[in-house]
Every structure is written in C-alpha cells, then in structure tokens.
C-alpha cells in the first residue's frame, strides 16, 4: 500500500500539518496509508531546455522549472497574475524543500523502505507512458459504443490454468468444440452447461448469465458477445479462466440509469425466522403508509436503517446495470413510472421498499471517458495497447533478432529443464546474439542464466521446447518494456520532474511525521502541558441532556406521557417504555437520547432548555413528539480526552512551527531574485 500524494496540493501539504497529514494518506491519529492515485496524462517527449537555479536550501540547488512546474499545478493558467500570491507560495516552497532537506541529512533517502517505496511510485507512474494513447482512445470509444447495448447469453466454461501443457490446451479446446458441435445438432443449451461447465453457477443457471454490459466480462469474452448475432454458437473463445462456448440469447437497449429512494429495514447475518418475519411485517406497514399517502421521504429518515440514505429521505445516486445487488436493481427498473412503490424486496442486507424517482437513459461520452480510461487500464483490454507500444518501441530502437541462435540454444537443452535440475553451464559457450534493441544486446548466455534462475518443475506432458520458447517471449517483451522504462526520465521531462515530487513527497511525509504528527502523539505530557495553557480555546457551549419521544399518534402519545412521568416511581427504563408501548407495532414510538451541543438537532434547539417534559407537538404528518430534558449543563472548559483530536491537531501546528524557525536557521536559503521576477 502507498501513501496518497495529491501533488496538485503541495502548496497546502507545505502550509498546513493537518492537511499534510490527510494529503499524505495518514491521518495523525491512525496511520493508515492509501493507495497511490493513477496518473492518466501521456505528455509527448519535450525539447531540453537550459533551466536556471531559482533558489539554494542549505546548498541544494531547485531549478526555476521545477519550482514552475509544482506552483502552475496549485495556480491555473486562467488565476489573476497576483505577485503577492507567488511570493507566499515561494515561502511555502522554501519550508517545504527545508523540511526535505532535513530528511537527507538524517538519510531518509537512502533507506530500504524508501527506495522501496518510490520505486513502487515510479512502477505505477511509469504506466501511461508505457501504453499507446491512439489504442486507448480506440478501446475507450469501443466500450462507449457497446455501453449502449446489454446482452444477454449464456456460457459453458472449459477449465484451463493459468500456465497449461500444449497437451492441456489441445484437450480443453477439443472438449469445448465437441459441445459447440453437439449444441449445432441441437441439444439444449442449459443441460450441457449443468453436465459439462466448470462454471459452478451453471448448475444453477444452465449458463444463464443474464444482462451485462461493456466493461463486466474479460475482453475476450465481452468481445465474442457483441460480435455474434442472437442464437449463435461461438467457437471456443479462450479467456484466463479457459475456453467458452457462448450463446447470446438477447441484446437490448442498454436500460440506462434509474434514480431512487428506498426504506430498508436490516436483518443480520444468520438473522433467526423470528426477526427476519418481523423485520418484513415493519417494511409491510412502511409500504402500508407510503401507499396511503404518507411522505416517503419523512418515513426513510424516521424508520430505515440504511442512515446515510434515511437523511436525504432515502435518496440513492444514479444506478446503472451492475452497480447494485441484483435483487435490489431488478425491482428499481420494473419499476413503470416515477413515483412508484415497489413490493418489499429482499436483498442480503434487508428488506427494502423501493420508490422510483427518475430515470434517464445512458451518460454522455464526455460523462463517462474518464471512467472507461481508469477501467481499462485495468482490464485484459490494456494488453492491445501494451502491444501497440512493443511495436513502437521496437521500431524506434532498431530492434533485431536472430531466431537460429534461439533455435540452437533450444537443442542444446535436455529434460532436466522439466524437472527444474537443469544448469545452464551445459550451454557456457554459446554466446551468439538473441536480439538487440538501442544499444542494449542479449545473448544466449544471458537467457540461459535466466532460464536457470527461474525454472521449476513442469508437468511430465510439457516440452522443452515449447516451455522455453514460452518463456523466451517474456524475457524478450520484458527487456524491450524495461528499455523505454528505463529512460523515461531522459525522454520525458515531465516525468521527471513529477519523479522528483514524489520523491519529496516521501521524505515529507517521513520527516514531518517524525518531529511533528507522530511526536504530538507521542509526547503526552507535551500535549497535556499544551492544553492546559491553552484551555480557555476548548470550551463546551451550554448543553443539554434530553431524550425525545416521538409518536405515532396523540393516544400512543398519551400512553407514553404516563408511563414517561411514572418513570421515576415505577423504575422504567426507556428500553421498558419502548417494548410496552411497540407490542402492537413497531412503528409506534421511537426514542432518541444523548447530550447535545447547540446546533446539534434542530427538535432539541426548538424548545427552551429547562428541566421537565414539554408538551405535546402534533406534526404534519399526525406523529406526536415531546421531549425531556434531564439536565441542563452550564458552559465549560472541554477535558483533553473530550477534545483530544482538536487539540493535537493544534499541538502539531505548534511543533511545526517551532521546527520551521529552526529549519530556517540552521541552513541557508538563497533565491535568484532576478530568475524569480522573471517568473510571470
């Protein structure tokens, strides 16, 4: 896992600790690290220009473009020209490249983790230019093209590892053109896929795999779907999973998107009879409600138990065809006309009734390019560009090849390469050349060390040669991918310069971490002493411990009122008043408790705080609500366990800024003020 530098944000990473600590992936208080983001953008090669020493940090030199590159990335072209604004910035650059400075000097830089870490940035920044831009836009305006359809078909599954025997994928074609041959005959379909498919859901589906659409199934797959008409019988399509014999059995307009609201009542995993039974009688009486003329969305914030939803009245974003459970997202698209209440649908997570609010058909290609790029490069459709760019890289590097070297090389290898014994001193005096590309050449010695390094036994059926011949077209695309990777810098100044971020990013984080995040962790008595000459910041406004009961009409309100008044007396607890007053219905009374802060509900803040039990409210929708208030709780300073997130947030500001005066003392710092005017 790597951090998340947001690169576009390196002016706040060098103003705030905070916003340095969420940037960098590690929220000061948890340490958990996110997943670099994919850089997308595949610049041409750039002309070398002289670039001019803007500034020195403790002798370290930073180039004019760098410090351009970094400040037009947090400055749009289209921002004022605010000379004030760049020379904040530059101040904030200092502090920044002072901070990496620090970190080289304690050797941040030249650690195992580090090393490590930054070259698994290089791998994945490295991507784009490591893939054709003319394929992808192809691929990315294919799978528009077929996002506008959804098949249907159905498949059986011949079985194939992931590095099978030439014996083995013989046998596994041959199977699977022996099933194609007897469903030309006309057998059915479903039977051969629950006697013959190593799919297991065929035993359930006869094969059936419903509706998709582009960007579901593998690429071979999703490829002989949409090339074949309805009730054709592919031949066998080879995928990683093995060979498939397809059917389409249908191809529709895609159905597009649907918006809509839902109320879900939730059972847990290995719920018993009992609460599934009563959980489907609650969602019955909301569907009740909600059929006669009740609010949906007032009755999704009071009674569903999906929150995040309940607080918009149940409102869900947008959904297309695979973006829900299946059970849920068949019903919201039968669903024939905007408002309509769907029956009780049940799904893993509960019951739901469902209410269709709109639906539009699919998204524009602008809408949905910047998803389809980020999903291929993902997908097995990625190999057709990775292809296009060994051919260019070839081309542009005099790539050549001898095949009798390899041809030799091969006869000289015995069986021992089956059993993984075999040692390439059998073949130290061949040397001729495989294949060269730029000015880098391979020999046969070099691919028999490698076949020595890397081999393992194989199956009996397999052959010498075909093993090594398999394994010589990976070395040759590898070192062919390695020699553009390795001068990406060379070629590409904008990769290097977005390297060089990224690996300040790293000595940031580490540096800052050490003496300012973690350290305000660390150092309890710091951040007690911190706080306690602090107090007067972290205070708690008048606030108030109440309970609010709400009701579903004046008699069960009635009933409430007495039992809430006889509390005391009686020793009812409200878990007590609850079970009594819902033995009818679970909808009766709901009941909410806590200590609020003003401004923390709008019910609370509605009434004077005063200690007792207000009076009855009747609300538009005929519920009844009143509210007690325990205590009232005069303003007060906050403790530090209370407000300890706040405070070490705080507390870590502090230490940074110490650190920085002492930054800026201990080295010096000297800008190239008529490069710096020159910058526009």
Same mark, same amino acid.
């Given at each position: 896992?790597?951090?998340?530098?947001?690169?576009?944000?390196?002016?706040?990473?060098?103003?705030?600790?905070?916003?340095?600590?969420?940037?960098?992936?590690?929220?000061?208080?948890?340490?958990?690290?996110?997943?670099?983001?994919?850089?997308?953008?595949?610049?041409?090669?750039?002309?070398?220009?002289?670039?001019?020493?803007?500034?020195?940090?403790?002798?370290?030199?930073?180039?004019?473009?760098?410090?351009?590159?970094?400040?037009?990335?947090?400055?749009?072209?289209?921002?004022?020209?605010?000379?004030?604004?760049?020379?904040?910035?530059?101040?904030?650059?200092?502090?920044?490249?002072?901070?990496?400075?620090?970190?080289?000097?304690?050797?941040?830089?030249?650690?195992?983790?580090?090393?490590?870490?930054?070259?698994?940035?290089?791998?994945?920044?490295?991507?784009?230019?490591?893939?054709?831009?003319?394929?992808?836009?192809?691929?990315?305006?294919?799978?528009?093209?077929?996002?506008?359809?959804?098949?249907?078909?159905?498949?059986?599954?011949?079985?194939?590892?992931?590095?099978?025997?030439?014996?083995?994928?013989?046998?596994?074609?041959?199977?699977?053109?022996?099933?194609?041959?007897?469903?030309?005959?006309?057998?059915?379909?479903?039977?051969?896929?629950?006697?013959?498919?190593?799919?297991?859901?065929?035993?359930?589906?006869?094969?059936?795999?419903?509706?998709?659409?582009?960007?579901?199934?593998?690429?071979?797959?999703?490829?002989?779907?949409?090339?074949?008409?309805?009730? *054709? %019988?592919?031949?066998? @399509? =080879?995928?990683?999973? $093995?060979? #498939? +014999?397809? &059917?389409?059995? /249908?191809?529709?307009?895609? !159905?597009?998107?649907?918006?809509?609201?839902?109320?879900?009542?939730?059972?847990?995993?290995?719920?018993?009879?009992?609460?599934?039974?009563?959980?489907?009688?609650?969602?019955?009486?909301?569907?009740?409600?909600?059929?006669?003329?009740?609010?949906?969305?007032?009755?999704?914030?009071?009674?569903?138990?999906?929150?995040?939803?309940?607080?918009?009245?149940?409102?869900?974003?947008?959904?297309?065809?695979?973006?829900?459970?299946?059970?849920?997202?068949?019903?919201?698209?039968?669903?024939?006309?905007?408002? *309509? %209440?769907?029956?009780? @649908? =049940?799904?893993?997570? $509960?019951? #739901? +009734?469902? &209410?269709?609010? /709109?639906?539009?058909?699919? !998204?524009?290609?602008?809408?949905?390019?910047?998803?389809?790029?980020?999903?291929?490069?993902?997908?097995?459709?990625?190999?057709?560009?990775?292809?296009?760019?060994?051919?260019?890289?070839?081309?542009?590097?005099?790539?050549?090849?001898?095949?009798?070297?390899?041809?030799?090389?091969?006869?000289?290898?015995?069986?021992?390469?089956?059993?993984?014994?075999?040692?390439?001193?059998?073949?130290?005096?061949?040397?001729?050349?495989?294949?060269?590309?730029?000015?880098?050449?391979?020999?046969?010695?070099?691919?028999?060390?490698?076949?020595?390094?890397?081999?393992?036994?194989?199956?009996?059926?397999?052959?010498?040669?075909?093993?090594?011949?398999?394994?010589?077209?990976?070395?040759?695309?590898?070192?062919?991918?390695?020699?553009?990777?390795?001068?990406?810098?060379?070629?590409?100044?904008?990769?290097?310069?977005?390297?060089?971020?990224?690996?300040?990013?790293?000595?940031?984080?580490?540096?800052?971490?050490?003496?300012?995040?973690?350290?305000?962790?660390?150092?309890?008595?710091?951040?007690?002493?911190?706080?306690?000459?602090?107090?007067?910041?972290?205070?708690?406004?008048?606030?108030?411990?109440?309970?609010?009961?709400?009701?579903?009409?004046?008699?069960?309100?009635?009933?409430?009122?007495?039992?809430?008044?006889?509390?005391?007396?009686?020793?009812?607890?409200?878990?007590?008043?609850?079970?009594?007053?819902?033995?009818?219905?679970?909808?009766?009374?709901?009941?909410?408790?806590?200590?609020?802060?003003?401004?923390?509900?709008?019910?609370?803040?509605?009434?004077?705080?005063?200690?007792?039990?207000?009076?009855?409210?009747?609300?538009?929708?005929?519920?009844?609500?009143?509210?007690?208030?325990?205590?009232?709780?005069?303003?007060?300073?906050?403790?530090?366990?209370?407000?300890?997130?706040?405070?070490?947030?705080?507390?870590?500001?502090?230490?940074?800024?110490?650190?920085?005066?002492?930054?800026?003392?201990?080295?010096?710092?000297?800008?190239?003020?008529?490069?710096?005017?020159?910058?526009?």
């Amino acid at each position: 896992m790597y951090r998340k530098f947001s690169i576009l944000g390196l002016g706040l990473i060098m103003a705030c600790s905070t916003l340095v600590a969420q940037t960098a992936g590690k929220k000061p208080a948890s340490g958990k690290k996110n997943t670099v983001p994919t850089v997308v953008a595949s610049p041409p090669p750039q002309v070398e220009v002289v670039d001019p020493v803007l500034l020195t940090v403790g002798g370290d030199e930073v180039t004019k473009g760098e410090f351009e590159s970094i400040y037009r990335k947090n400055n749009p072209k289209d921002s004022p020209n605010d000379r004030k604004a760049l020379e904040d910035y530059l101040e904030l650059f200092i502090n920044f490249k002072l901070k990496v400075k620090a970190a080289k000097v304690v050797g941040k830089d030249t650690t195992k983790a580090f090393i490590n870490e930054l070259k698994g940035y290089r791998r994945q920044l490295a991507q784009p230019y490591l893939s054709d831009k003319d394929v992808n836009e192809k691929l990315i305006e294919e799978a528009y093209e077929r996002m506008k359809k959804d098949v249907r078909a159905s498949h059986i599954l011949i079985k194939l590892g992931t590095d099978p025997t030439p014996k083995d994928t013989l046998a596994a074609y041959n199977k699977a053109l022996s099933i194609r041959n007897r469903l030309i005959k006309g057998e059915n379909f479903a039977d051969l896929a629950r006697q013959n498919s190593d799919d297991p859901s065929g035993q359930q589906n006869g094969g059936d795999l419903g509706y998709f659409t582009s960007m579901m199934m593998v690429y071979p797959f999703e490829n002989a779907a949409y090339s074949n008409s309805i009730g *054709q %019988i592919t031949f066998p @399509v =080879r995928t990683r999973f $093995g060979y #498939h +014999i397809l &059917k389409v059995t /249908d191809v529709r307009d895609a !159905q597009g998107q649907v918006k809509a609201a839902h109320i879900m009542v939730k059972i847990a995993d290995g719920a018993p009879d009992s609460v599934v039974a009563s959980s489907k009688k609650k969602i019955e009486e909301l569907l009740a409600k909600a059929r006669n003329g009740e609010d949906f969305g007032v009755l999704a914030q009071n009674f569903s138990d999906d929150r995040t939803s309940g607080k918009t009245g149940g409102q869900l974003p947008w959904f297309g065809t695979g973006k829900m459970v299946p059970e849920f997202e068949k019903a919201a698209f039968e669903l024939k006309e905007n408002n *309509q %209440i769907s029956e009780p @649908v =049940r799904s893993p997570y $509960g019951w #739901h +009734i469902i &209410k269709r609010l /709109d639906r539009k058909g699919i !998204q524009t290609f602008d809408e949905v390019k910047a998803e389809l790029k980020q999903k291929i490069t993902k997908d097995s459709r990625s190999q057709v560009s990775r292809n296009a760019v060994i051919a260019r890289v070839k081309t542009e590097n005099n790539f050549t090849e001898d095949p009798k070297s390899l041809d030799e090389l091969i006869s000289k290898i015995d069986t021992s390469y089956i059993n993984g014994k075999w040692s390439n001193t059998a073949v130290a005096g061949l040397t001729k050349k495989l294949f060269s590309i730029g000015t880098e050449t391979y020999t046969q010695a070099d691919l028999a060390k490698f076949l020595a390094d890397n081999q393992s036994k194989q199956p009996k059926e397999s052959t010498v040669e075909g093993l090594i011949r398999k394994a010589y077209d990976g070395y040759k695309v590898d070192k062919i991918i390695n020699y553009e990777d390795a001068r990406l810098e060379q070629k590409y100044p904008d990769f290097r310069l977005l390297m060089n971020e990224y690996r300040d990013g790293i000595l940031l984080f580490e540096i800052t971490d050490e003496n300012v995040w973690s350290k305000a962790i660390r150092d309890s008595s710091g951040l007690k002493n911190f706080h306690d000459q602090n107090r007067a910041k972290y205070m708690w406004g008048e606030r108030t411990e109440a309970v609010t009961y709400k009701m579903k009409d004046a008699k069960i309100a009635s009933k409430t009122r007495k039992m809430v008044e006889k509390r005391a007396k009686k020793g009812y607890t409200n878990d007590d008043i609850t079970k009594e007053i819902n033995k009818t219905s679970l909808l009766n009374l709901q009941v909410e408790e806590g200590v609020y802060s003003k401004g923390d509900n709008e019910l609370i803040d509605a009434q004077a705080w005063k200690v007792g039990v207000t009076e009855n409210k009747v609300n538009a929708d005929g519920t009844v609500t009143f509210i007690e208030y325990k205590k009232v709780m005069e303003p007060m300073p906050k403790s530090l366990s209370e407000a300890r997130g706040l405070i070490t947030a705080d507390y870590q500001t502090s230490l940074e800024q110490e650190w920085i005066k002492e930054l800026r003392a201990k080295y010096k710092v000297e800008v190239n003020k008529e490069i710096f005017n020159s910058i526009k």
